[in-house]
């Protein structure tokens, strides 16, 4: 009788594993989030922030990958200081180039060129390839029209 429940638990035990096995397996397996429109709102000027704020649209490609993502960052108000050769860093400067790479869209808000009084060509860097819109907000009102989801990291 204990011979034939110790067998009984021993299969109890050996079915949960494998339930748990194949629950682990199908956990780990990668999601598909499917195809994401995203506008990353970027207005924050302390290094870290940024560092943060492109750290995340890298790892929100690296879940869905780049085929999957049409993302676009509105960079207006102090989010500027990631262009700015006085205050970007290196690190700054690759992820925005990784990110570029990928098909990442980064726009720049004129009001605040204008309202900093900064030269578009000679105090930014990494901006060749950037355009410039009129206005920050609105430009994030439109994207959300047209279907992207709103992101402020």
Do not use: W
Request: proline letters at 5%.
């Amino acid at each position: 009788m204990l011979k034939r429940f110790v067998l009984r638990a021993g299969g109890i035990s050996a079915a949960a594993c494998v339930v748990l096995a194949l629950a682990a397996g199908s956990a780990s397996a990668a999601p598909d989030y499917g195809k994401q429109k995203v506008v990353y709102h970027l207005n924050n000027g302390d290094t870290t922030t940024i560092n943060k704020s492109l750290g995340n649209m890298l790892n929100h490609l690296k879940a869905i990958g780049p085929e999957n993502a049409e993302i676009v960052a509105v960079v207006h108000g102090d989010g500027i200081a990631m262009f700015d050769k006085k205050m970007t860093t290196p690190e700054i400067q690759a992820k925005i180039k990784n990110l570029k790479m990928q098909g990442v869209k980064l726009t720049i808000c004129n009001n605040t060129l204008t309202a900093k009084k900064i030269n578009f060509e000679k105090d930014l860097e990494g901006t060749t390839d950037v355009p410039i819109h009129p206005a920050g907000l609105p430009e994030l009102v439109k994207l959300q029209q047209k279907g992207y989801i709103y992101v402020k990291p």
